[in-house]
């Protein structure tokens, strides 16, 4: 089903409403078969950018090209996409056949190839069963299957998701985001997918596109953009829970990286080159998994709460000078509200930030 030249490109693409900036300079390639996730906060602009895609909203300024034509000036008709809203906008009236069937109906698409397609979407999805019910005698979860088989019977160039899980509750979330990472493989058709849950990002994306107050603060693999944050504001916003940071009192080089002393006087080796660092008000960046509670550890606090996980504990703890940060434990911990902790800390996992939140990393 997949077609060939399905790339996207958005080239410097800007939005403003009134005298309000929405979005500035935005430039993406997406390829065709990928699927792209736009992550970010509420009101950082993925929803609208998903929008000028489609052509619900009109562009400010720049170029959308969709399969090497220019579409920003089209009709959303006009441009080969499909798209899956969070409120299923079924109508209530109709069958989910007819439903199914109405926007192909609209484009003269003869009865045979409706009746094929329907069939089609309707053996992908598990939804046989469902054809000749209305939107009111269906779960939650069988009206966005309905939504998601609306984009398939148009065999789109584009599908582009707004927010489609978020009305569902989270074991259906989770199997309906396991049905679209399925049905990605299967259809090989390029993907476009708008939230605010990171971990619908990390678990269907090949790439993430995170966004900040308008702008792309990173664009990569979920993996790298976990791994290897480009900003502070990406090390904080992926993870959960998010990365711990400890100030820098002190930096000088070691054999195998900077060696780093925390405001609290502790000392860490890490992997981050020393040369690619500037001298002064760095932020030691490390995630929870990499503090892990040992009699031996050198980063002490006291807890203040513990969250058992089931696979594992987190324990929240204070350091001498005030830092909150998080590890983890065995899953049954002796760790309470009040007692002494230490944590090992791995070091060649350790990232650092300067002052404007830049992230510097292990080489390579």
């Given at each position: 089903m997949a077609k060939t030249d399905a790339g996207v490109s958005i080239r410097n693409v800007s939005k403003s409403?009134?005298?309000?900036?929405?979005?500035?300079?935005?430039?993406?390639?997406?390829?065709?078969?990928?699927?792209?996730?736009?992550?970010?906060?509420?009101?950082?602009?993925?929803?609208?950018?998903?929008?000028?895609?489609?052509?619900?909203?009109?562009?400010?300024?720049?170029?959308?090209?969709i399969?090497?034509?220019?579409?920003?000036?089209?009709?959303?008709?006009?441009?080969?996409?499909?798209?899956?809203?969070?409120?299923?906008?079924?109508?209530?009236?109709?069958?989910?056949?007819?439903?199914?069937?109405?926007?192909?109906v609209n484009v003269g698409t003869p009865k045979a190839e409706i009746a094929t397609r329907i069939a089609t979407a309707a053996r992908m999805l598990e939804m046989d069963?469902?054809?000749?019910?209305?939107?009111?005698?269906?779960?939650?979860?069988?009206?966005?299957?309905?939504a998601i088989g609306r984009a398939i019977v148009r065999e789109p160039k584009v599908f582009l998701f707004d927010e489609p899980l978020s009305n569902l509750d989270a074991g259906l979330r989770t199997r309906t985001r396991f049905e679209l990472s399925q049905l990605h493989d299967r259809l090989g058709a390029t993907m476009v997918f708008v939230?605010?849950?990171?971990?619908?990002?990390m678990t269907l994306a090949t790439r993430i596109v995170l966004l900040n107050k308008g702008r792309i603060e990173q664009v990569g693999a979920p993996m790298d953009i976990y791994a290897r944050p480009s900003t502070r504001y990406v090390a904080q916003f992926v993870g959960s829970p998010p990365m711990n940071f400890l100030p820098v009192a002190r930096i000088e080089s070691g054999s195998d990286g900077a060696i780093v002393t925390t405001g609290g006087g502790v000392g860490l080796q890490t992997s981050v080159p020393?040369?690619?660092?500037?001298?002064?008000?760095?932020t030691l960046g490390l995630r929870p998994e990499n503090l892990t509670a040992s009699p031996h550890g050198t980063l002490r606090g006291k807890v203040v709460t513990v969250e058992q996980m089931g696979d594992r504990s987190l324990v929240h703890a204070e350091l001498a000078d005030g830092t909150q940060v998080v590890g983890v434990d065995a899953p049954i911990t002796t760790a309470r509200g009040g007692s002494e902790i230490a944590f090992a800390v791995e070091g060649a996992k350790a990232m650092l930030f300067d002052e404007m939140g830049k992230g510097y990393h292990t080489a390579g």
């Open positions: 409403f009134g005298a309000v900036e929405v979005l500035d300079d935005i430039s993406l390639g997406i390829d065709s078969g990928e699927f792209i996730v736009f992550l970010g906060a509420s009101g950082c602009g993925k929803s609208t950018l998903l929008r000028m895609i489609a052509g619900l909203e009109t562009v400010s300024g720049g170029e959308i090209w399969g090497g034509r220019r579409v920003d000036q089209l009709a959303p008709g006009q441009r080969d996409v499909s798209m899956v809203f969070q409120s299923y906008a079924l109508y209530p009236h109709m069958s989910v056949r007819e439903n199914l069937a109405f926007g192909l069963h469902l054809l000749d019910r209305k939107p009111a005698q269906l779960s939650g979860g069988q009206r966005q299957r309905v939230t605010h849950d990171q971990i619908e990002a020393f040369d690619s660092l500037p001298g002064a008000n760095l």
